[in-house]
């Protein structure tokens, strides 16, 4: 199975804040890479498909990018309803897995 | 819009079977995927497999294989995932996904269902 290993496990940031996650797969994923955000109590909501392409309402300030092994998630300006747990999760082949999730707190 | 309706939550002694139900509306049910991932209290996300409402094919992860079993009634768009010989460390949030693309098992997906607590418990 690929291992997907995110980094930071948790991050404390302020409202206004430029927030970068990484994602790191064992192997190479091509661009088969998505991002969700799960708040508590919630079902995970995908943020962005194929690395970079944004979800349908998902507010601009969420981008994605990368291929291979590396990806990142940025938020450029981190709003009070950003804060969440974000997973991200190849689908280059079966079985589709998951980081460990990455923790964005209030400072 | 599109829904995905779970049935509630679930207390069962280890040994037993669970059967969660997936309920879908809003889109067309035979032409996507449903998965079905659990979290357990605290932890990450763990796919447990696929079925292919239309032709009723399903893949599972190879740690539930023999142990789980996904199904679906199309005459109602619904979607089962029953579990057998529960353990305490099958308590999590089950959930239900569809995929976002059609006729795809590749595992992109777009809407969830609410999640059913399932509770394991002597």
């Known amino acids: 199975d690929i291992q997907m290993t995110q980094s930071p496990s948790s991050l404390s940031a302020s409202v206004g804040d430029r927030v970068t996650i990484t994602c790191r797969a064992s192997?190479?994923?091509?661009?088969?890479l998505n991002w969700y955000q799960q708040k508590p109590g919630k079902a995970p909501k995908l943020l962005i498909s194929a690395a970079s392409t944004l979800q349908s309402g998902v507010p601009s300030r969420f981008s994605g990018s990368g291929s291979g092994p590396d990806f990142t998630l940025t938020i450029s300006s981190l709003q009070p309803e950003d804060f969440a747990t974000y997973f991200c999760q190849q689908s280059y082949t079966s079985p589709p897995t998951f980081g460990q999730g990455t923790k964005v707190e209030i400072k | 819009q599109v829904q995905l309706v779970q049935s509630g939550a679930e207390v069962k002694k280890p040994g037993a079977s669970v059967k969660v139900s997936c309920k879908a509306s809003?889109?067309?049910?035979?032409?996507?995927?449903i998965h079905w991932v659990r979290q357990a209290p605290g932890q990450g996300l763990e796919w447990m497999g696929w079925?292919?409402?239309?032709?009723?094919?399903?893949n599972f992860a190879q740690k539930f294989q023999g142990r789980v079993t996904m199904t679906k009634d199309a005459s109602i768009n619904t979607a089962y995932m029953e579990l057998s010989s529960l353990r305490s460390d099958d308590t999590a949030v089950y959930y239900c996904?569809?995929?976002?693309?059609?006729?795809?098992?590749?595992?992109?997906?777009?809407?969830w269902g609410q999640g059913t607590l399932v509770t394991v418990s002597s």
């Open positions: 996904a569809k995929t976002y693309y059609y006729a795809s098992g590749r595992f992109e997906a777009d809407y």
């Open positions: 809003g889109y067309t049910f035979m032409g996507h995927y």
């Open positions: 079925i292919n409402p239309n032709s009723g094919g399903t």
């Open positions: 192997q190479s994923i091509d661009i088969y």
